[in-house]
């Protein structure tokens, strides 16, 4: 079932999303607008860490592949960002990967959906749907495009995607179970693995 914002406060309190705001924050203590985070009815807005970004960019003669991944296909961090590193852009029609700012331990009866959220949609930028699953702990690794013809800013310690909370059954095998490779994630961002 769909977990709502009391489930998520109590989980919270145990250690399931850190660090935690019980609100939907909107505005900061001097009144400036940000992207939203935090608790909503129904799902929970994690922040973009101001810690990395990384965008992937074309070098002739080169293939990403998902089995033998080739940094190189990245450009470095300071390519991205401004100098207070409160934000980084994303250029037209590229691809780049963030970190969460909390940290997740997700519980061994519980499936996490990421989702984007709509200010940024209404911007051209698309996060990749993807799953944390039961009993997997870290900073996820967050994926995003511009799928639009215009670069786009991206806020670091403000709102990027929203997480969704489905419990079911117990399962017999966690991610803990299966010692997932990509278990305990650090807050940078984790290429793909083989
Ligand atoms: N936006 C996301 C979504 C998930 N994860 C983390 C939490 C998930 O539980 C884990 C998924 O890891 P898997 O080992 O299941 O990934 P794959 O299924 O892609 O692995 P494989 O390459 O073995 O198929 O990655 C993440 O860092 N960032």
Known sequence: ?????EWIKEKASQGMISPFESQQIRRLENDLPVISYGLSSFGYDIRLSPNEFRIFRHIPGT???PKNFNPANLEPTELCTDETGSYFILPAHSYGLGVALEKLDIPDNVTVICIGKSTYARCGLIANITPAEAGWRGYLTLEISNSSS???KIYANEGIVQLVFLEGDPCSVSYEKRKGKYQEQPDRVTLARI
């Open 63 to 65: 293939i990403v592949d």
């Open 150 to 152: 215009a670069d786009c």
């Open 1 to 5: 079932m769909l977990k709502n914002d």
